[in-house]
């Protein structure tokens, strides 16, 4: 528990890097952050795939074909759907948004895997969602009321934003628990080849959207600067630190918490990555949170503990 915890915490502080990204590049299509981000991961998951190419030839054509699923929805569509949201809304608004996973996951996953993982007892687990979503409530009123006084915001394009991370939101509780699903019934299996060979699998993935966007925008006579936009440097860099880190590192902790902790247990821990995702926009803000935002992180962190303690009962003695 404790092991698959830290790994969790570890995969959080990584995956809030995917917020900076469209902060860091507003000018950058969000389409070409998506793929140019996963186009990075598929090229460094190339010599991964090849020191680990003994395990990688056991998974079958049936695994390969999950590894494509997963790779479509929970990192392309996902990325996609997020920083289109980031760029609309700015960074706290969907990154709260995306703060509803643990609950959406939990609820999932106690729904659909009570009889393989046991059911975490719904009064036991009703007070950790109730903080949780109290957390994510309390922030979110303090960014509503900042839209509010901005006479020149623009409503409708939050609103867009807000409906994008939404829609991020239904791409990730799909995604861990279809991960945990394979992770689950391949226990022998080693983390790190299952993240390399999703890795693999979006390569072709992120080519095809790369090569397809640039025809797109080159038919439109979009006069955007391709292949790498006006800030090549620093486009292809960052695309390199996060598909590297948030994309095979943190996917990699990702898995290996998944193999040791419960479903609905560990998707409540995705928390960690709507906590470091906030840090990392206030930072870039150059602001410090309001005390109704600390009131809702405080919340957010009482309702992981609180979780970490509910343990799994069998299916069969939660019946009787």
């Known amino acids: ?91 706290p608004l969907p ?53 509010r006084a901005d006479a020149d915001a623009d409503v409708s394009r939050y609103a867009i934003g807000a409906a994008l991370a939404f829609c991020a939101v239904a791409c990730w509780t799909w995604y861990p628990l279809r991960n945990a699903d394979w992770l689950r019934a391949h226990p022998g299996r080693s983390p790190r080849t299952w993240a390399t060979a999703q890795g693999v699998a979006t390569l072709p993935l992120a080519s095809i959207g790369y090569i397809a966007l640039w025809s797109f925008m080159s038919a439109r006579g979009n006069e955007f600067p391709m292949p790498f936009g006006p800030r090549p440097g620093i486009f292809i860099a960052l695309m390199v630190v996060i598909g590297l880190f948030a994309s095979w590192v943190g996917t990699l902790c ?13 998707g409540q821990l995705i928390v960690f990555e709507t906590l470091f995702a906030l840090s990392y926009a206030f930072i870039l803000r150059g602001q410090f949170p309001r005390p109704l935002t600390l009131v809702g992180i405080a919340l957010l962190i009482a309702g992981v503990v609180w979780a970490l303690r509910v343990k799994p009962v069998p299916l069969s003695d939660t019946a009787h």
């Open 1 to 91: 528990m404790l092991l698959g915890t830290l790994y969790a915490l570890l995969a959080g502080l990584i995956w809030g890097l995917v917020f900076v990204g469209p902060l860091l590049l507003p000018e950058y299509p969000a389409a070409l952050q998506s793929v140019g981000r996963y186009l990075a991961f598929g090229l460094i998951a190339l010599p991964l795939a090849w020191l680990d190419r003994a395990a990688l030839r056991q998974l079958t054509r049936a695994d390969w074909i999950e590894a494509l699923k997963l790779s479509a929805i929970g990192n392309l569509l996902y990325y996609l759907c997020l920083a289109s949201a980031i760029q609309r809304a700015g960074g």
């Open 95 to 147: 990154t709260m948004i995306i703060g509803t996973l643990p609950v959406m996951i939990a609820i999932s996953a106690n729904l659909r895997n009570a009889r393989r993982d046991g059911r975490l007892p719904w009064p036991r687990l009703a007070p950790s969602l109730l903080l949780i979503a109290a957390g994510i409530g309390c922030v979110n009123q303090v960014e509503l009321e900042a839209l």
């Open 254 to 266: 990702w898995n290996e918490a998944s193999q040791r902790l419960p479903t609905a247990l560990a």
